[in-house]
């Protein structure tokens, strides 16, 4: 099931966040979802070539795959449009179901809702996102991969540290321990 | 020229020229605005001949509208088309593969954005590869446009029709991550030039 | 599609139309800046569709070969085939005064112009397809039809559809045509 889906700015601001309705504990997705984005930079940079790198083919896609090796409760899967617009999608480990093409898929949808939604001359790029299709087309894909079901949260605990005021990428180090 | 323009292209072209008309306050004083490109009818034509004197049977070209042009309508004529470049940018670049570095970012505007909004490409780019490039549209589509119709008279005021596509522009790069000033010179009748000058961090 | 390369760009007529709704949208938005008031934006929307449609109707003519309208239905079968021509696709035609001198422009579903705009509560009076009313009415007025039209339905506020209502007031007999003088 997808647990939450985050869609970010250009400037790393985030624009839409949606958390499952049946997580207790919606702040640790929102930590997740800052320290994914230090990920996606990093992936989404052209590197320069040296042995062993990653093939020019895999450089050229905005689909980013896994982000990092997945712990056993989450998967977190990256997405960085040519507009440095970032989405990221976090799903149960649990769920072996969910194949690669279905999430490729899932982020190619995503992505012609959000520029269809830009076309919108009210809506500011970069702002917030208030459309209401959006947040419906983003609602049922959450709802969509599946009853929802019940996340335990004792089954991971996070760590993290964060500087007070703002917790900015580098200030967060977020640890997964089942 | 013009003929081969037509359907939703050719209200593309209208609606583009028309940007400037509506951005002026007062679009009730047909006789007093840019005439050339607001459709004057008769009545208003031969108004305007007999309030500027017997000497002059034609409609005036306005230099000091001009002046209040560049002050005023430019900057929100660019800031138009800066919206619609950044959001264009994003339909059409959906399906792209990333973009290696800033010169393939500057192609992509001069090939895939030009021939979608001029179906055609930029005839030339060139680069003194320290964050200038030089775009020149020897055939510029909404200057050949108004050629076409006879008005070359009024290429003086062609300036208004740049402002626009300088925001696209603009709008495009900033879309793709790159942030740059735009300005642009017609060099003839239908050859137009874009300097682009990306900021340098 | 892959995702590898370049995309295959659209066909050039659709194209044009979302440019249209795109540059349309963002001039509405700066019109708003400007005037601030949603009626005195209407008023402009108006002004700039009579400008816009006093020059697309030689356009019109001058590709379509077509005589004279005799009666007001041919009239609404060339506004519609215009809309075709210029905008990808056509409204219906309905909803005729028993009289015969008013009918209705109706999309279904959705708004010729403006497919995703997505109006703000504080902005519901903006009239965001005034612009259609100013270009059929300055276009007709061009064929010495005089008319008045008014927004019935707008689907970008709720309705199930945009319908625009079009009224004939009468013939123009005195205005010459452009070009004589």
């Known amino acids: 099931m997808a647990l939450c889906i985050g869609v970010m700015g250009a400037e790393n601001q985030p624009l839409l966040i949606k958390i499952s309705p049946n997580i207790q504990d919606p702040i640790k997705f929102h930590f997740m979802l800052h320290s994914a984005l230090d990920v996606v930079e990093e992936k989404s940079q052209p590197l320069p070539k040296t042995p062993g790198s990653i093939s020019g083919a895999d450089l050229r896609e905005l689909y980013l795959g896994l982000l990092y090796p997945s712990s056993d409760e989450v998967r977190v899967y990256g997405y960085c449009a040519n507009t440095r617009m970032k989405m990221i999608l976090i799903v149960e480990a649990s769920n072996t179901t969910l194949r690669d093409n279905e999430i490729r898929t899932m982020f190619r949808r995503l992505h012609v809702a959000y520029s269809n939604m830009i076309m919108n001359p009210f809506y500011d790029v970069g702002q917030p996102i208030s459309s209401k299709s959006f947040h419906d087309f983003v609602d049922s894909m959450i709802a969509a991969f599946g009853v929802g079901k019940l996340v335990n949260p004792t089954l991971y605990s996070v760590e993290m540290e964060y500087f007070e005021d703002v917790p900015t990428l580098t200030g967060i180090r977020l640890l997964l321990r089942s | ?201 | 599609m892959s995702a590898k390369g370049k995309a295959p760009l659209l066909d050039n007529n659709k194209v044009n139309a979302d440019l249209i709704k795109l540059t349309y949208g963002a001039l509405v938005a700066q019109i708003l800046k400007d005037y601030e008031k949603p009626e005195d934006v209407n008023k402009q929307l108006e002004k700039l569709g009579y400008n816009i449609g006093v020059r697309l109707v030689e356009d019109f003519i001058a590709h379509h070969n077509i005589p004279r309208c005799l009666d007001f239905r041919q009239t609404a079968e060339r506004v519609q085939q215009a809309f075709r021509f210029y905008l990808g696709f056509q409204p219906a035609v309905g909803n005729w005064a028993p009289t015969g001198n008013e009918f209705s422009l109706i999309w279904d579903n959705t708004n010729p112009i403006g497919d995703f705009v997505e109006f703000p509560d504080n902005l519901r009076t903006l009239q965001y397809s005034r612009v259609l009313c100013g270009a059929i009415r300055g276009g007709l007025e061009m064929v010495q039809i005089d008319v008045a039209i008014t927004i019935a339905k707008e689907f970008l506020l709720g309705d199930q559809a945009t319908e625009l209502r079009i009224r004939f007031n009468k013939r123009l007999e005195d205005a010459l045509p452009i070009g004589e003088d």
Request: aromatic residues 10%; proline residues 3%; charged residues 25%.
């Open chain 2, 1 to 201: 020229m013009a003929d081969a323009i037509s359907g939703p292209s050719y209200l593309y072209n209208l609606l583009a020229n028309e940007l400037s008309v509506a951005l002026y306050g007062d679009l009730d004083k047909t006789s007093e605005n840019m005439g050339a490109l607001t459709m004057m009818t008769i009545k208003d034509r031969k108004a305007a001949a007999a309030a500027a004197g017997p000497s002059s049977s034609e409609a005036p070209v306005d230099t000091s509208a001009s002046a209040r042009d560049s002050d005023t309508v430019f900057p929100k004529l660019e800031s138009i088309g800066y919206q619609v470049g950044q959001r264009l940018i994003e339909r059409l670049t959906k399906e792209h593969a990333r973009f290696k570095d800033e010169l393939d970012r500057m192609k992509f505007v001069c090939t895939d954005l030009w021939k979608y909004l001029y179906d055609k490409q930029i005839d030339t780019l060139r680069t003194n590869n320290q964050g200038t490039y030089v775009f020149t549209d020897n055939l510029f589509r909404p200057l050949a446009f108004f050629s076409a119709e006879g008005v070359d008279q009024y290429y003086p005021q062609s300036g208004r029709f740049i402002a626009f596509p300088c925001g696209i522009i603009r709008g495009a790069l900033s879309a793709l991550g790159i942030r740059c000033t735009v300005s642009a010179k017609v060099l003839s009748v239908t050859c137009c030039v874009f300097e682009v000058v990306v900021e340098r961090t």
